[in-house]
């Protein structure tokens, strides 16, 4: 069992942690007020681009404005996989939270043990989006 950081090097993580919700904040306002599909100063896909494709990532702006209006039903149809860890996310986050009120000092919010299975799940999901069984999966 390791000792808890010095307090000193917690402290200096809040700057990180506000500057971080701060962008957040502001990521999402812009995309609050600018509908994707309708304003152009979004990055393009450059997979979509080159090669017709749908990425793991295809639709995902366009699900965040979905999801910021209310529309989960068009969030869904935009990128599923986005909306499943957007939830995926908000549950770790609040068994994290209840973790650190319970005095567990190292608990992590991504333990490295959930990069391949997540690595994995996005491979496969950009491949199946791109079957014609499939099309469904597709935000176009």
């Known amino acids: 069992m390791s000792a808890a950081p010095p307090k000193i090097l917690r402290r200096q993580n809040r700057p990180a942690i506000l500057i971080s919700g701060a962008m957040v904040i502001c990521v999402a ?3 609050f007020f ?3 599909s309708k304003n ?3 990055p393009v896909c450059l997979f979509h681009k080159y090669t017709g ?3 793991p990532g295809c639709g995902a702006t366009r699900a965040v404005y979905a999801l910021l209006h209310g529309n989960f039903p068009a969030a869904l149809h935009d990128n599923v ?3 499943a860890l957007i939830f ?3 549950i770790r986050g609040g068994w994290l939270a209840l973790e650190k009120t319970r005095g567990q000092k190292n608990a992590v919010f991504f333990p490295s043990r959930f990069f391949w299975p997540l690595l994995m799940t996005a491979l496969i999901f950009g491949v199946v989006r ?3 069984w499939f ?3 597709s935000p176009d």
Request: negative net charge.
């Open 29 to 31: 306002a812009v995309v």
């Open 34 to 36: 600018f509908d994707p």
């Open 40 to 42: 152009h100063f979004y």
């Open 53 to 55: 494709l749908e990425c």
């Open 81 to 83: 996989l986005l909306v």
């Open 88 to 90: 995926l996310s908000v």
């Open 130 to 132: 791109n079957l014609p």
């Open 135 to 137: 099309a469904f999966l």
